[in-house]
């Protein structure tokens, strides 16, 4: 067990939960991770992702490095393929003592996996020498609390990488306006997975009979369709697993730009748009 003012915090699989004890429960990806299965990318897509978020090796190889926020595990993949000396991995759900347990001999402690609260994150100022977030602050409670919980562990002249986050577009305003009008997360975990494998199941036909098609050119949408992905000729469960992504989580926001780049400038610095995501390079005190 380990030590703080809440008392102990409990380690089991070898992984510290470092949430408020309150809030030691499953949470909503417990559900969503083990349903997608967990990530090995080939090379190249690991190249894509390092073009696309503006990755440069050499500030990754031999260095302390925080992933905030796990997923699938596309980004660990990524991180361990670049090398560096450390990497500490915080994740808030649960599921992560499974992956941690089942890959063990795999990163033979070069990885420390902590469930924690990245808006709250357990670590000293200036801990890390980069920090890389995708797909994740747009699920958090608060996403500028969360970045400025990162920005305050990160080191001087440290970088944080943002990658895929949910901005504010036509797709993600539908999706908002899905969950508000459906409220699947608020429902009975059973009923809610029910429910969106048939919606999933009756958007794949929408889209591989393009009638999807016809109705987003007429700008009508009907009043039981979900909005997904209009990707056509994908399988059932590409669908669900959008589903399941857009629609059980506790949170979900979409973001505008602006508001991103604002949160680099209340830290004093300018960000830099990727293709995938935002860069910001903690200044000096010096």
Not at 44 to 66: F, H, P, T, Y
Not at 133 to 158: F, K, Q
Not at 184 to 207: N, P
């Amino acid at each position: 067990m380990l030590e703080s003012s809440y008392g102990r915090y409990p380690i089991i699989s070898g992984v510290p939960d470092l949430r408020c004890p309150s809030n030691q429960e499953n949470q909503s990806y417990d559900e969503i991770v083990p349903e997608w299965g967990y990530a090995n990318p080939t090379e190249n897509l690991m190249q894509l992702l390092i073009s696309a978020m503006g990755i440069n090796s050499s500030d990754i190889e031999g260095k302390r490095v925080l992933l905030a926020g796990f997923g699938a595990g596309t980004e660990l993949r990524l991180l361990e393929y670049l090398k560096p000396a450390e990497i500490y991995v915080v994740e808030y759900g649960m599921f992560i003592r499974d992956f941690a347990a089942k890959y063990e001999s795999t990163f033979a402690g070069k990885v420390k996996f902590y469930i924690g609260d990245i808006c709250n994150l357990p670590f000293p100022d200036n801990y890390f020498n980069l920090i890389l977030c995708s797909g994740v602050i747009h699920h958090t409670r608060s996403p500028e609390l969360a970045h400025r919980s990162m920005w305050r562990v990160l080191e001087d002249n440290g970088k944080l990488i943002y990658g895929h986050i949910y901005q504010v577009n036509l797709h993600n305003r539908r999706v908002v306006a899905d969950r508000e009008r459906f409220a699947f997360h608020l429902m009975e975990l059973g009923k809610a997975k029910r429910l969106l494998k048939l919606y999933s199941i009756f958007y794949m036909l929408l889209v591989n009979t393009r009638i999807l098609g016809v109705i987003n050119r007429k700008i009508f949408r009907l009043p039981i369709l979900l909005e997904l992905s209009g990707k056509r000729g994908e399988s059932f469960k590409y669908y669900f697993d959008a589903a399941l992504d857009y629609y059980l989580p506790k949170y979900r926001h979409a973001i505008y730009t602006e508001d991103i780049f604002d949160w680099f400038e209340q830290c004093g610095v300018k960000a830099v748009k990727t293709k995938k995501g935002f860069i910001g390079i903690k200044k000096g005190s010096g």
